[in-house]
Nanobody, 124 residues
Framework: QLPLVESGGGLVQAGGSLRLSCTASGPTFSTKAMGWFRQAPGKGREFVATISSTGRSTSYADSMLGRFTISRDNAKNTVYLQLNTLKPDDTAVYYC?????????????????WGQGTQVTVSS
């Protein structure tokens, strides 16, 4: 098991920024790639970003590239998602997840553990 707890969500105006955090409880965090997904009301879960276990490799959904940045601190068992230039369409529940392997993973089925999510609401 690898419990994950997200934090940092909230209400922000369009153009603003937020930093999401996801902290894992367990010794295996540094051996797993991590990812962020999001789910907007009435829509399916959408891939946002992923980072390798070492932090050296990342991948982003096209619509987030250049606005969002994923990073991790293995000493703190924490992965981050910096959200910049937010738009109302970014409103969603954001979930972090721990992958089965060490390399970046863009598909939900590649992840074994999920957090409860943190709400991000962007007002226009």
């Amino acid at each position: 098991q690898l419990p994950l707890v997200e934090s940092g969500g909230g209400l922000v105006q369009a153009g603003g920024s937020l930093r999401l955090s996801c902290t894992a409880s367990g010794p295996t965090f540094s051996t797993k790639a991590m990812g962020w997904f999001r789910q907007a009301p009435g829509k399916g879960r959408e891939f946002v970003a992923t980072i390798s276990s070492t932090g050296r490799s990342t991948s982003y959904a096209d619509s987030m590239l250049g606005r969002f940045t994923i990073s991790r601190d293995n000493a703190k068992n924490t992965v981050y998602l910096q959200l910049n230039t937010l738009k109302p369409d970014d409103t969603a529940v954001y979930y972090c997840a721990a992958a089965r392997g060490m390399t970046p993973a863009t598909l939900a089925w590649q992840y074994d553990y999920w957090g409860q999510g943190t709400q991000v609401t962007v007002s226009s």
